[in-house]
Every structure is written in C-alpha cells, then in structure tokens.
C-alpha cells in the first residue's frame, strides 16, 4: 500500500506561470517532508524539506505547503523556468522508524 | 567531497547469478538507504539502517540481503537474480532531521 502519492504523473506548464505538485500521504507518523529533483541518469537532488511543525516553507522560486489535517503537501515554483523540466519526488520521513518513503514522482515540462 | 559513491555504475546478470552492490559515504551519517526505481513506480525502499550494524526491511526487500558492516559503507547483495530485478538502484545516507543525499545509481540489467 503506497504511504505516499502523487497522483499527476505529469505536468506541463508554459515558462513564468506557477508549477503546482502536489502529494498525499497516509501515515501520521511522518514528520518530515522533502522534494527531490531528478534529471535522466543522475541521482535524486534535494530541493526542499518542511518539518511537520511547520505549515510553509519558502526557498527563492520554490515554496512548500503542509495541510497536515489533510495529509497533503504541495511545491510550487514561481516562475517556472525550462530548466525546472526534470522529474519531481515527495519523500516523508517516519519519525518513530527513520525511514524515507517516495511517491511515484512527477515529470515536470516548462514549455519555452 | 565524493559524497555518496556506488559500485558498480551498470552490470549485466545472467538469471540465478549473484552479485553485490557497494555504497560508500563520507559524509558520517548514520542513517543508509537502498532504492530501486522502476518506470511508474518511483523510488521504492529496499531496505533501510538507521546506524552501524543495524538494518531494517523497507517496501520491497524480498530478493534482497545487506550489510551495514561500518559506518560508512552499505552493501546490497542479490543471492539469485532474477529479470524483475532489473532496475536502477540507488544508495543514499542522511543524518536524522535533515535531506538524503544520493548516489548516482547503478544500472541493473537481469537476462
């Protein structure tokens, strides 16, 4: 059973508009959440974290969202940029475990 | 800083071959990671050690054995491969309260 989901398997959004990526997860026990970019053939890249105490986070172009009532987090990105186009992971760390679940990601496309 | 190191970058397996994978971190974390991403699945947890000499099953770890034998190394061992093991894998280590860092994957190819 997936813990964590992004339910858009992609997106396409035209160059200086708002990217929104949202993501749900199940269980209560996480307490940390992370965003991670990823381009073909490389590793997973951090982009931004919020802790579950927080219910915003704000990193230049990139702000994250927490509804913990809701279960919900979400990434925006304004403006969006043709360098942004890569594939997005949410990640939630379990608290009580340490461990780190994925969703199943977000391809991203910032048309020019 | 090499960061997160794997090891091999790609390797090819006949069926019931076996082979290890290797991950090496100098960034002294305790907390490893073992991922495989497969199209349409994102990046699914292996197996999982929160420091030395502890390791713990994650989403799919059948197939799968490791070794956490010091702090900074990680192994991930296939006893008998099997084609729905192909996959790109990847290792990653973090500190508790803050962001994984990756390596940059191993290309596995079960014939």
């Known amino acids: 059973d997936q813990q964590v989901k992004q339910n858009s398997p992609s997106l396409s959004v035209q160059e200086g508009r708002i990217s929104i990526l949202n993501c749900d997860y199940t269980n209560s026990m996480f307490d940390y959440f992370l965003w991670y970019k990823k381009y073909p053939a490389e590793g997973p890249t951090f982009l931004i974290s919020i802790s579950s105490i927080k219910d915003k986070n704000e990193d230049g172009r990139f702000t994250v969202f927490l509804n913990k009532s809701a279960k919900h987090l979400s990434l925006h990105i304004v403006p969006s940029q043709p360098g942004d186009s890569a594939v997005y992971f949410c990640a939630a760390k379990d608290g009580n475990t340490g461990k780190l679940i994925f969703g199943q990601g977000t391809t991203l496309q910032v048309k020019p | 800083n090499a960061g997160v190191t794997q090891t091999p970058k790609f390797q090819v397996l006949k069926t019931g071959q076996s082979m290890t994978l290797q991950c090496a971190q100098d960034m002294n974390h305790n907390s490893m990671y073992w991922y495989r991403q497969d199209p349409g699945m994102g990046l699914r947890l292996i197996y999982y050690?929160?420091?030395?000499?502890?390791?713990d099953k994650g989403e799919v770890p059948n197939g799968y054995n490791v070794s956490r034998l010091n702090k900074r190394e990680f192994s991930l061992r296939l006893e008998s491969a099997a084609p729905s093991q192909t996959s790109v894998y990847f290792c990653?280590?973090?500190?508790?309260?803050?962001?994984?860092?990756f390596g940059q994957g191993t290309r596995l190819t079960v014939v």
């Open positions: 050690s929160a420091s030395e000499g502890t390791t």
């Open positions: 990653a280590s973090s500190e508790r309260g803050s962001e994984a860092f």
